[in-house]
């Protein structure tokens, strides 16, 4: 069973910097795309950034430019560098993977969030 794992959010002034992590665990082939998405209060989940493994990287119109995604091979890690911090990037962030398990079984994954608050 594969899992993701989030940390690194938390309390940061408008103009700060938060870097996220989501670690994945479990038995794993490949990972087709890794991406974040965040929820703010009365929102939608919207997309900040969605990676594919063939190099084409998509990030939301409001991160661009400050936001930064990343991945240790090595760790089995994503990271979502968070600079020029403002409030209105407060919510919960999700990690999110496409993983393929076995040659036969590929799957969607969720992390289970982690609050980013951005004070004025």
């Known amino acids: 069973q594969v899992q993701l794992v989030e940390s690194g959010g938390g309390l940061v002034q408008a103009g700060g910097s938060l870097r996220l992590s989501c670690a994945v665990s479990g038995n794993i082939v490949s990972i087709s795309y890794m991406g974040w998405y965040r929820q703010s209060p009365g929102k939608q989940r919207e997309l900040v950034v969605l990676?594919?493994?063939?190099?084409?990287?998509k990030y939301g119109d409001s991160v661009k430019g400050r936001f930064t995604i990343s991945s240790d091979n090595a760790k089995n890690t994503v990271y979502l560098q968070m600079n020029s911090l403002k409030p209105e990037d407060t919510g919960v962030y999700y990690c999110?993977?496409?993983?393929?398990?076995?040659?036969?079984?590929?799957?969607?994954?969720w992390g289970q969030g982690t609050q980013v608050t951005v004070s004025p």
């Open positions: 990676s594919h493994s063939g190099g084409t990287t």
């Open positions: 999110n993977m496409g993983v393929q398990e076995t040659m036969f079984s590929f799957d969607d994954y």
